[in-house]
C-alpha cells in the first residue's frame, strides 16, 4: 500500500509532520543565529550535558610511537568507559584519532579525564573540547508553542 502511495506521490500524514518539524528547527536556528537576542530572549541558559573530544595524533609523531602506548591506553579507554565517564567513542573516518562524547560538566572537567589516558600523559595527542547540551532553538517553540486542533 505504502508503494503504491508512493508511486501516485501521496505524501503520508508522519512524513509532512517531520518535514514540518525539521523546517521549524531549521528557521529557529537560522533566526537564533541572525538575531541572537532574540533567542537568548526565549530559549533557557545554555546547559552543558556533555563533552566532545576530538583527538587527533600530534604532527610529527610517529605511528610506532602511538602504537607502542596503544594497549594501555585502550584499557585505559575501556575503564573510563566502564565507570561512565565515556558514553560513546568513535573512530575518525580520516584515521587519524577518535572522537569521544563524555559525561563531564565542562571542558574542564573533560580534559582531566584525557591529561590521565596514556597518551596524554605522552603528550603524543592534539584535544579539541566542545561542550554540547539540548537544542537550544528547540526553547523557541515552547515559546510559543502551536495553537491546539
Given at each position: 500500500?505504502?508503494?503504491?502511495?508512493?508511486?501516485?506521490?501521496?505524501?503520508?500524514?508522519?512524513?509532512?509532520?517531520?518535514?514540518?518539524?525539521?523546517?521549524?528547527?531549521?528557521?529557529?536556528?537560522?533566526?537564533?543565529?541572525?538575531?541572537?537576542?532574540?533567542?537568548?530572549?526565549?530559549?533557557?541558559?545554555?546547559?552543558?550535558?556533555?563533552?566532545?573530544?576530538?583527538?587527533?595524533?600530534?604532527?610529527?609523531?610517529?605511528?610506532?610511537?602511538?602504537?607502542?602506548?596503544?594497549?594501555?591506553?585502550?584499557?585505559?579507554?575501556?575503564?573510563?568507559?566502564?565507570?561512565?565517564?565515556?558514553?560513546?567513542?568513535?573512530?575518525?573516518?580520516?584515521?587519524?584519532?577518535?572522537?569521544?562524547?563524555?559525561a563531564a560538566k565542562d571542558a574542564a572537567e573533560a580534559q582531566t579525564f584525557m591529561e590521565?589516558?596514556?597518551?596524554?600523559?605522552?603528550?603524543?595527542?592534539?584535544?579539541?573540547?566542545?561542550?554540547?547540551?539540548?537544542?537550544?532553538?528547540?526553547?523557541?517553540?515552547?515559546?510559543?508553542?502551536?495553537?491546539?486542533?
Amino acid at each position: 500500500m505504502r508503494a503504491a502511495a508512493a508511486r501516485a506521490g501521496i505524501v503520508p500524514p508522519r512524513a509532512i509532520r517531520n518535514i514540518a518539524l525539521a523546517l521549524t528547527l531549521t528557521v529557529a536556528a537560522a533566526a537564533s543565529v541572525a538575531n541572537p537576542s532574540l533567542a537568548q530572549e526565549h530559549a533557557p541558559s545554555p546547559v552543558t550535558t556533555g563533552v566532545m573530544v576530538i583527538l587527533t595524533v600530534k604532527a610529527g609523531v610517529i605511528r610506532e610511537r602511538v602504537m607502542a602506548i596503544m594497549p594501555a591506553e585502550i584499557r585505559a579507554t575501556v575503564q573510563l568507559y566502564l565507570g561512565g565517564k565515556i558514553r560513546e567513542w568513535y573512530s575518525r573516518a580520516d584515521g587519524r584519532g577518535v572522537v569521544f562524547l563524555l559525561a563531564a560538566k565542562d571542558a574542564a572537567e573533560a580534559q582531566t579525564f584525557m591529561e590521565d589516558l596514556p597518551l596524554g600523559k605522552a603528550n603524543l595527542m592534539d584535544h579539541e573540547y566542545i561542550a554540547v547540551g539540548p537544542l537550544s532553538p528547540l526553547g523557541l517553540l515552547m515559546a510559543n508553542p502551536a495553537p491546539q486542533r
